[in-house]
């Protein structure tokens, strides 16, 4: 296995499958099936969800909203999106512990750094919703921050294209995708891999991103055994 610890960032609009809004239970169980397969290979896994299927903090702006207070509801909606994942999780047969950045006692524990490792060791997927539990950030550098915390080897930030490109696959067809690239490419480049603060995070920290198509059944089996898939972006 090439990655032993990892953690896989979802982002919620991924949960919506076809579905304009919400959630779609069978991308739920999609995911629960592929999260599944690399728990079978011993891999111990985090998971940071996003929120973007129900709430997003810039979008409370437009509806007169504070913004800060529009972040929590987004924070409060990636709690909503972590329980539907436990439980898909779960009746799958897998063991897994909630944790939030914010308290929320009669739902989940919060989060404690010991604590998280200590289910990873126990084979607990540990899935880390509201964020890192402040304003003006977003799940990406909460997934990199978490990764950082627990040492994970890699964030795996699964997505609905198959990795980084050149432009924007879907309005220039002659984009063309990168296979590698070191952190100091994809800053000169402009390459939008995550928010800064996340992508600083990981530079800084030396972890490295690995991109990839998270609906394409097999990829995350296949990624953390160690085929090139997607883009890997990292130190070198
Ligand atoms: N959010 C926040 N602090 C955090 C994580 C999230 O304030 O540490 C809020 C923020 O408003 C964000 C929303 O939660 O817009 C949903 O998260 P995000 O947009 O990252 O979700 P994704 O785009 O991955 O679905």
């Not at 903090?57 to 409060?76: C, F, H, P, S, W």
């Not at 060791?121 to 304003?135: D, M, Q």
């Not at 890699?154 to 002659?174: F, H, I, M, N, Q």
């Amino acid at each position: 296995m090439k990655y032993k610890r990892i953690l896989l960032k979802l982002s919620g609009e991924a949960l919506m499958g076809e579905k304009k809004y919400g959630i779609d239970s069978n991308r739920l169980e999609q995911y629960a099936q592929e999260i599944k397969k690399i728990k079978d290979l011993g891999v111990e896994i985090a998971i940071v969800i996003g929120g973007g299927n129900i709430f997003r903090g810039v979008q409370a702006e437009r509806t007169g909203i504070d913004r800060v207070q529009g972040d929590y509801m987004g924070m409060l909606a990636t709690l909503i999106n972590a329980m539907a994942l436990q439980s898909s999780l779960e009746q799958n047969g897998m063991y897994t512990r909630l944790m939030s950045g914010i308290k929320v006692e009669s739902v989940c524990e919060p989060f404690i750094r010991r604590r998280a490792i200590r289910h990873l060791e126990k084979g607990r997927i540990v899935i880390f919703g509201a964020g890192i539990g402040n304003p003006y950030f977003t799940t990406d550098s909460t997934a990199a921050l978490r990764a950082i915390e627990i040492e994970a080897d890699v964030v795996l930030k699964g997505t609905r294209v198959d990795g980084v490109y050149t432009a924007d696959p879907e309005k220039d067809k002659s984009a063309t995708k990168y296979g590698t690239l070191s952190f100091q490419e994809a800053y000169e480049k402009n390459l939008n891999i995550m928010d800064m603060t996340a992508f600083t995070l990981c530079q800084e920290n030396n972890l490295p991103i690995i991109v990839f198509d998270m609906n394409v059944p097999g990829n995350l089996e296949n990624l953390v055994k160690g085929e090139e898939i997607g883009t890997l972006i990292s130190s070198n």
